[in-house]
């Protein structure tokens, strides 16, 4: 569940608190422009900022979502990767009878026997895998034709796999890119078949079950900043905003959440999974007046106002208020340099 820090995360509760502050001290309740009784204890200038308004979540950093890996053949596992170990194009994800079964990169499984004349979006993605891992000598196309063969007889021949010239569905494991071993479902000796790992990409990321309410804070692309365990912070960006959400808890405790994950940059090896802190740029406005929300005064008329000091004299003026965010509020209606007060 999302949480707000005060400091970071302004809104209509501060103008509450501002106003009523302004009541108490007789600044407050009074038509724009007429003279106001002594001088204000306090000051500020109104200034031109950039105000950005920011929200902090909670967050878990690890390698993603772990996806299932399973056999489709008869015989024995007679190879397994260790837990955390990386896999890339072309090496063993586990062997079976002692054949190595390789990872291809790509986004569909192999769900057919590959072989001379076959067509289809499956036969490309083989025969670009084939071509990155450097045998050559085709077209990389969706046509399977005997110069494919060559090449895959070829690739079976350095795997020391017999040499068929055919590939099936349960020789190679499809994944989208390099894997990293998340949990071993099976162990050396049992049968080829079902789940033998599980896997997750190679990337650190943060996982973020964020509230529906939120939801349209975030984009993809956006800048988040990643507070660590041990009060580090790296930068990230926000790489994926789930399109389903989801309901967790029952009665009083129940929340509905998208899934939002963050990738970040120049995150050292110390942490592979951790709780986190991640704080995203909810609003931002750039070159605008500002001044203290508690300048901010509720008048007698509706709307706010603030008291404006000129040398000893004081009047107020009505303003439009924006964007709150870091104990500053977005104000039109004054000019640059303006004196303002600040009730105690």
Same mark, same amino acid.
């Given at each position: 569940?999302?949480?707000l820090?005060?400091?970071?995360w302004?809104?209509?509760?501060?103008l509450l608190?501002?106003?009523?502050t302004?009541?108490?001290?007789?600044?407050?309740?009074t038509?724009?422009?007429?003279?106001?009784?002594?001088?204000?204890?306090?000051?500020?200038k109104v200034? &031109?900022?950039?105000l950005?308004q920011t #929200?902090?979540?909670?967050?878990?950093?690890?390698?993603?979502p772990?996806?299932?890996?399973?056999?489709?053949?008869?015989?024995t596992?007679?190879? !397994?990767?260790?837990e955390g170990?990386?896999i890339?194009?072309?090496?063993?994800?586990?062997?079976?009878?002692?054949? &190595?079964?390789p990872?291809?990169?790509g986004?569909i499984?192999?769900?057919r026997?590959?072989?001379d004349g076959?067509e289809?979006k499956d036969?490309?993605?083989?025969?670009?895998n084939l071509?990155k891992?450097?045998?050559?000598?085709?077209d990389?196309?969706?046509?399977?034709?005997?110069?494919?063969?060559?090449?895959?007889?070829d690739w079976q021949?350095?795997l020391? !796999?017999?040499?068929?010239?055919?590939?099936?569905?349960g020789?190679?494991?499809?994944a989208?890119?390099?894997?990293?071993v998340?949990? $071993?479902?099976?162990?050396?000796g049992?049968?080829?078949?079902?789940?033998v $790992?599980t896997a997750?990409?190679?990337?650190r990321?943060?996982?973020v079950? $964020?509230?529906?309410?939120?939801?349209?804070?975030?984009r993809k692309g956006?800048?988040a900043t990643?507070?660590l365990?041990?009060?580090?912070?790296?930068g990230?960006?926000?790489?994926?905003?789930g #399109?389903?959400?989801?309901?967790?808890?029952?009665?009083?405790?129940a929340?509905?959440?998208?899934?939002?994950?963050v990738?970040?940059t120049?995150?050292?090896?110390?942490?592979d999974?951790?709780p986190?802190?991640?704080?995203?740029?909810?609003?931002?406005? &750039?070159?605008?007046l500002?001044?203290p929300?508690?300048a901010l $005064?509720?008048?007698?008329?509706?709307g706010?106002g603030v008291?404006v000091?000129?040398?000893?004299?004081?009047?107020y003026?009505?303003?439009?208020?924006?964007l709150?965010?870091?104990?500053?509020?977005?104000?039109t209606?004054l000019?640059?340099g303006?004196?303002?007060a600040?009730? &105690?």
């Open positions: 569940m999302s949480r820090k005060a400091v970071a302004t809104g209509g509760a501060a608190a501002a106003a009523v302004a009541a108490a001290f007789g600044y407050g309740g038509t724009p422009g007429a003279a106001a009784p002594r001088t204000p204890p306090a000051t500020a200034t &031109r900022t950039t950005t #929200k902090t979540v909670d967050g878990a950093l690890g390698h993603g772990a996806r299932t890996i399973s056999a489709r053949a008869q015989g596992i007679t190879w !397994l990767p260790a170990a990386t890339t194009r072309g090496h063993a994800v586990y062997s079976v009878d002692a054949d &190595r079964r990872l291809l990169y986004a499984p192999l769900y026997p590959l072989k076959v289809g036969v490309e993605l083989l025969e670009r071509a891992l450097g045998h050559t000598g085709f990389v196309d969706d046509t399977f034709t005997w110069a494919t063969r060559q090449a895959v007889e021949e350095d020391g !796999l017999d040499v068929t010239g055919t590939v099936e569905p020789d190679v494991v499809v989208p890119g390099p894997i990293r998340a949990d $071993l479902k099976k162990a050396l049992d049968t080829a078949s079902g789940p $790992l997750t990409g190679t990337a990321q943060v996982l079950a $964020l509230d529906v309410a939120d939801e349209h804070l975030v956006m800048k990643v507070e365990p041990d009060g580090r912070t790296v990230g960006r926000i790489a994926t905003v #399109k389903v959400a989801t309901e967790t808890g029952t009665g009083t405790d929340t509905t959440t998208v899934e939002v994950t990738t970040t120049g995150l050292k090896k110390s942490f999974a951790a986190v802190d991640v704080t995203i740029v909810s609003d931002q406005r &750039r070159n605008v500002a001044v929300v508690g $005064l509720a008048l007698a008329e509706g706010y008291q000091v000129d040398g000893a004299t004081t009047r003026a009505a303003v439009e208020t924006g709150f965010a870091d104990g500053q509020v977005e104000v209606g000019e640059e303006t004196t303002v600040v009730p &105690r």
